[in-house]
């Protein structure tokens, strides 16, 4: 199949990014950036997860990012919930999509949420019910899906398994999440090939963690089965509590810089997102992580 002639990105930094960051992100730092990411061009950018503060304390101030930022019109601001109390706090703060994560490993899912995989997505359930009958899209994300920092290997049949799973709960899409970043090219193409075929291309997303340097190499080697929508995260924000030394998420501006040579439309405009890299990290304390975003730092002088 041939490439899409333009891919869909779906921006994680001011959630999977600024989760994973060390220290506390100000509110205001946080608005702007989803403001910036907006203006940039991006018309999918996940502004935080309604999870316990105790776990994750840089969400903790979801409800307030979302009810400042400027919400433009053909701009969805999905978060994460894991559970029906935070569908319920989604809800009150005017969401129109949320997501929920499950885990293609045993063990992973055991050691982050303390259940199965099968209990995990039981959990679900309520959680899609409500959601479809509020009109709120959800989007599903499935971890470790080519490794493990627990059990090292994942079987392809258990990620199209849960894949299948979700698809069938009622979520639009699922999102296959190389967690540790320890995928390559041609693995990440067979997983994408093996769970897009069940699923359909079109259902199919991809999230790349770029811990080894991998990560554009697999999204290029996953657009030939003609996958279109694409995680990515400015400045390469995040890291991986899982993976020590993991240097984060794939960057959004390296992923448009390739897509823009490729001929791949996108809508984002690559210097006013390398601006809004700029100025979160810049809050962070800490140069972007992306290549690209160095470059045209450079060259701006």
């Known amino acids: 199949m041939a490439r899409p002639p333009s891919v869909r990105i779906v921006e994680v930094g001011p959630r999977d990014g600024l989760q994973n960051e060390p220290g506390v992100v100000p509110l205001a730092a946080k608005v702007a950036l989803i403001n910036a990411l907006a203006e940039a061009g991006l018309t999918m950018i996940e502004s935080g997860s309604f999870v316990s503060p105790k776990w994750v304390p840089q969400m903790a101030d979801t409800a307030q990012v979302l009810a400042e930022i400027d919400r433009r019109d053909g701009v969805r601001y999905p978060v994460l919930t894991p559970n029906l109390k935070g569908l319920e706090l989604a809800l009150a703060s005017g969401v129109e999509e949320v997501a929920v994560f ?6 992973f899912s055991q050691k982050n949420i303390n259940c199965t995989i099968a209990e995990s997505l039981e959990r679900f359930a309520p959680v899609l019910d409500l959601a479809k009958a509020q009109g709120v899209a959800v989007r599903g994300y499935v971890s470790c899906v080519l490794g493990c920092p627990y059990q090292g290997e994942v079987p392809v049949a258990k990620v199209v398994e849960v894949s299948e799973r979700l698809i069938a709960m009622g979520c639009y899409e699922v999102s296959l999440g190389d967690t540790i970043g320890v995928g390559t090219p041609d693995k990440a193409k067979a997983m994408a090939q093996a769970v897009a075929g069940v699923i359909g291309v079109e259902r199919t997303a991809l999230h790349f963690h770029d811990t080894y340097g991998q990560a554009l190499a697999n999204v290029l080697a996953c ?43 996108t809508g984002v405009d ?32």
């Open 102 to 107: 499950a885990a293609a490993s045993e063990a």
């Open 223 to 265: 657009l030939e089965l003609g996958i279109a929508t694409v995680d990515a995260a400015a400045a390469g924000l995040g890291g991986c509590p899982y993976a020590k030394g993991a240097s984060g998420n794939l960057a959004t501006e390296d992923l448009v810089y390739m897509l823009d040579g490729l001929g791949v439309d």
């Open 270 to 301: 690559l210097d006013a997102l390398a601006r809004a890299g700029r100025a979160i990290t810049a809050a962070l304390s800490r140069t972007p992580a992306s290549k690209v975003a160095q470059a045209l730092a450079a060259k701006a002088g």
